[in-house]
Every structure is written in C-alpha cells, then in structure tokens.
C-alpha cells in the first residue's frame, strides 16, 4: 500500500515540474541549461526547449501550407480571369 502512495507522488511531482517547465521564461531555461549537464534541472530544460522547438516548427509548417495554398488559389483565379478574358 505504501508502494503505490509513493508512486502516486512521484507521479505528482512529475506533474508539478512538467508544469512548472512549460510556464518557463526563455531566461530561466537558459539559466536551467547551465547547470551539470546530468542533473534533473538540465534535463527539464533541454526537453522544454526541444518542446518548443517542435512547436514553432508545426506552426511554421501550417503557416507555409496556407501560403501554399492561397498561392494556388491565387494561380486558378488568374488562369480563369485569362480564359474569359480571351473569349
């Protein structure tokens, strides 16, 4: 029974710095990422940043789909103006 009151808190504890990672500014994690690359803090602050990371990333690759995309929207309108106009 002890076992698992244990285990329920280091899940917790998990929880709370998880948490407490995603509420941090750019300065903490660079003040975190100077410490020993081995202790708890790093290691937090490098994942923080690698989540980030992947964040900006799907947000750059959806804003360059929709550009794609309204450039393609932008080429059909023109081809169509083209064809009527000719007529």
């Known amino acids: 029974m002890a076992g698992s009151h244990l285990a329920l808190a280091a899940i917790d504890g998990v929880r709370a710095m ?3 990672a995603s509420k941090m500014t750019a300065a903490e994690i660079a003040q975190e ?3 020993r690359a081995d202790s708890l ?3 937090r ?3 923080e940043l690698e989540r980030r990371r992947s964040r900006y990333m ?3 690759a959806i804003a360059t789909s929709i550009s794609a995309t309204g450039a393609a ?3 059909i309108v023109a081809t169509v103006v083209s064809y009527r106009g000719c007529r």
Do not use: F, N, P, T
């Open 58 to 60: 799907m947000i750059s």
């Open 33 to 35: 990422m100077q410490k």
């Open 73 to 75: 929207i932008a080429a």
């Open 18 to 20: 998880a948490k407490k």
């Open 41 to 43: 803090d790093h290691l």
């Open 45 to 47: 602050a490098r994942a």
